[in-house]
Each structure stands twice: as structure tokens, then as C-alpha cells.
């Protein structure tokens, strides 16, 4: 177990390595679990209203092809309790929730599978899938004796994968706020008033003002709660 730990971290913290190489690697690590099929996904919750999300993974192109020209991201029900819960799901375990989405993925061979969330400060959310198709079961001893491995690799995909894959969406780069305004902003996350803000840092409140409008600028919002929430979600008050 530390043995293969120590060369998934090798390989996968490579920075020379692209998204490709890297998922390759996870695909290996996936077929040496017992599973054919392999999936990770990203979903960036930028911009507001509209999230990003990146997929890669080795289905068969025409689930692929239906699952995107049905929109099936929206009702899956791995990547629904995913978004909720880093706890791991096996797909059978909510097969009553959208049956016929589960009859449509089992005849494209994909019936038996597994999903791992990550979820991370700036509001991004991973999820690594392993599946297979053909009659075996995900048994519980199969479970007991590669769980940890499996939840690993969903970890360690997250961490190899998200700087990747982040690269390919519309960025949010560039966003130099100083030091002052992520106070601000922090205190206004805190739900406190301009005055109050003021009488905290000692400044006056029209300056309060004049850094959450230079705020509201770099981060292309309208307002200072949209500002908050931007902000947050990009890590930047961290």
C-alpha cells in the first residue's frame, strides 16, 4: 500500500505532466482496482449563475455523446450527492432515483460503479469515478479491502487534476485586490456595516466605501454582497 502510494504521488506531482499524462496515470490505478472505466470531473462555480465544468474520462464515446446531448450532468445521481457530501457512493446505492438514467448508462455497458467527491476551499468540487461494466458486483469485501486506495485516489485526483483542468476555463486571474480591501471585503463578509467597518480599522467610512467600490471593480460586481460571494468563491479571502 505505501509502495503504490509513493509512486502515485511521484508520478502525479510531476509538474511536466499534462492532464492527459496525469489521468492516464489514474486510469492505470483504476484498472490495477478492477475497474475499466474511469471518470473525473471539475465543477467551478464561476461565473455566478453559470458554472464551468471540465470532464475527463475513457467511456464509451456514444454514452459520452448521450450523456451530454441529454444533459444527464443535471439528474446524475452520483454527481447530485457528490456536490452535497464527500462521503463515497456506489451507483447502486441510489439506482431509485433516477432508474431509467441507470438503465441507459447499463446498456452501454457501465453498470457497476463508484464516486468519490472533493470539495476545496475556493468552492471547486471534484469527482472521481471508477466503474465497469460485465456482471460482477462492487462486493462488500472488494470494498473493504480497496476503500482506502480508492478514497486516496479521489483525493490525490483532485489535487493533480483541478490546477489542470482550472487552466482550460475562462479565467479569473489577473484579480489584484491589496490588502486593505480584502479586510474590507472580509468584514463585510462578517455581515458588518460600512461605519462599523470603519470604527474597526479606523478609517473613515467613505473610505470603507472607496476600496469596496474598487473591489466591486476588479471583480467586475455590482454590488458588494455579489463582491463577497466573488471573492470567496475564488479564494481570495482565504
Known amino acids: 500500500m505505501i509502495g503504490w502510494q509513493e509512486d502515485m504521488l511521484g508520478l502525479l506531482n510531476n509538474e511536466s505532466l499534462s492532464k492527459e499524462e496525469v489521468f492516464t496515470a489514474i486510469q492505470q490505478a483504476g484498472k490495477q482496482l478492477g475497474f475499466q472505466f474511469v471518470s473525473y470531473g471539475i465543477r467551478v462555480p464561476l461565473p455566478a449563475g453559470r458554472p464551468q465544468v471540465l470532464i475527463l474520462e475513457n467511456y ?7 450523456y451530454v446531448s441529454r444533459k ?12 452535497r457530501s464527500q462521503a463515497p457512493v456506489l451507483w ?10 441507470w438503465e441507459d448508462a447499463a446498456g452501454h455497458d457501465l453498470k457497476h460503479g463508484w464516486a468519490q467527491s472533493t470539495l476545496d476551499g475556493t468552492g471547486a468540487a471534484g469527482l472521481l469515478t471508477l466503474a465497469r461494466g460485465g456482471a460482477q458486483e462492487i462486493t462488500r469485501k472488494e470494498l473493504e479491502q480497496n476503500l482506502v486506495r480508492m478514497r486516496w485516489l479521489g483525493c490525490l485526483a483532485h ?10 476555463l475562462p479565467k479569473a486571474h489577473g484579480i489584484n485586490l491589496t490588502a486593505r480591501e480584502v479586510e474590507i471585503l472580509k468584514w463585510s ?11 474597526i480599522l479606523n478609517i473613515t467610512s467613505e473610505t470603507v ?3 469596496l467600490r474598487n ?3 476588479k471583480l467586475k ?11 470567496s468563491m475564488l479564494g481570495l479571502l482565504s
Not at 447502486?92 to 431509467?100: D, L, V
Not at 463578509?189 to 470604527?199: M, Q
Request: proline share 4%; net charge positive.
Open 60 to 66: 464509451p464515446k456514444a454514452w459520452m455523446d448521450r
Open 72 to 83: 444527464y450532468v443535471e439528474i446524475d445521481p452520483s454527481v447530485i450527492h457528490g456536490s
Open 92 to 101: 447502486k446505492q441510489t439506482w431509485e432515483q433516477a432508474p431509467e438514467f
Open 159 to 168: 489535487l493533480a487534476l483541478q490546477k489542470r483542468l482550472r487552466s482550460a
Open 189 to 199: 463578509a462578517a455581515g458588518k456595516t460600512y461605519d462599523v467597518t470603519a470604527s
Open 209 to 211: 466605501r472607496f476600496h
Open 215 to 217: 473591489s466591486c471593480r
Open 221 to 231: 460586481c455590482f454590488n458588494k454582497t455579489q463582491a463577497v460571494a466573488h471573492a
